[in-house]
């Protein structure tokens, strides 16, 4: 899927901005922009937030219920206004910030889950399996960046920054994916996003295939079958819902 792979790539791109964002702001904006490095690195955890609530939106709407998506953004909105008016008094424009991480997790994300989980037929376990794996891969890899670039000292140099933030990219992303592959596999490769960029081949993909052949059997690498769809057995569910009503 398109979409969930996309939703995947804005995941770790998140998890990069909060973790290493200091050395963008240095190497891409320059030094008059550090005040700035708080307000970006708040953001990034709203961003990343936001990445969840719309993924539950598109279910959502795929299963029909557009009105169930309008509800939770409608009580952000009521909330939202006058959190960053109180944020903006209190703290200025890291207050603005604050209060718009903190309404899109306690109010979005909390509501928009909230009716999902309780719309059948959306069982708490189909939420939760396709975005364990990217979680735990990006939560790690936050960690991992920060002991390799413990030793190094951005604030010495242009150079020294952009080595750092070349450093802690390269190696954020080459932790991020070998761990995702690593927790799919682990999982025992279901029809996923990790399956589905395998499908798509290239000589990566046929390393990877090769690899998740050896580490215990066959990668599924055809399309799935018509029926095995997630949001489609959910359609079927509910029209059976309906007709036994």
């Known amino acids: 899927d398109p979409a969930a792979d996309w939703k995947n790539l804005e995941r770790l791109v998140e998890a990069l901005l909060a973790a290493r964002i200091g050395k963008l702001v240095r190497v891409m904006l320059g030094e008059q922009w550090l005040g700035a490095i708080p ?39 009521l909330v939202l206004l006058p959190a960053i008016i109180t944020g903006t008094i209190l703290g200025g424009v890291l207050g603005t910030a604050i209060a718009i991480t903190a309404c899109t997790w306690l109010f979005g994300i909390a509501s928009t889950y ?16 396709p975005v364990w794996r990217p979680l735990a891969a990006a939560g790690s890899m936050y960690g991992v960046v920060a002991l390799a670039l413990a030793p190094l000292d951005p604030s010495r140099s242009f150079g020294a920054a952009a080595l750092a933030l070349a450093t802690g990219t390269v190696v954020g992303a ?11 596999l682990a999982s025992g490769r279901p029809e996923s996003t990790e ?22 059997g066959p990668v599924a690498l ?19 819902t309906a007709a036994g009503a």
């Open 39 to 77: 307000l970006i690195a708040v953001l990034a955890v709203a961003g990343a937030g936001n990445v969840l609530q719309t993924t539950a939106g598109a279910v959502q709407t795929a299963l029909g219920q557009p009105h169930q998506v309008a509800l939770p953004g409608s009580l952000q909105m």
């Open 114 to 129: 909230a009716i999902l989980l309780r719309t059948p037929p959306v069982p708490a376990a189909d939420a939760w399996r």
């Open 174 to 184: 080459a932790w991020y994916g070998i761990t995702l592959y690593g927790l799919w």
């Open 195 to 216: 399956a589905a960029l395998l499908r798509r081949r290239g000589p990566a993909g046929r390393w990877l295939a090769a690899v998740g052949r050896r580490a215990g």
């Open 222 to 240: 055809q399309q799935p079958r018509v029926g095995t769809n997630v949001v489609a057995r959910y359609r079927q569910g509910a029209r059976l």
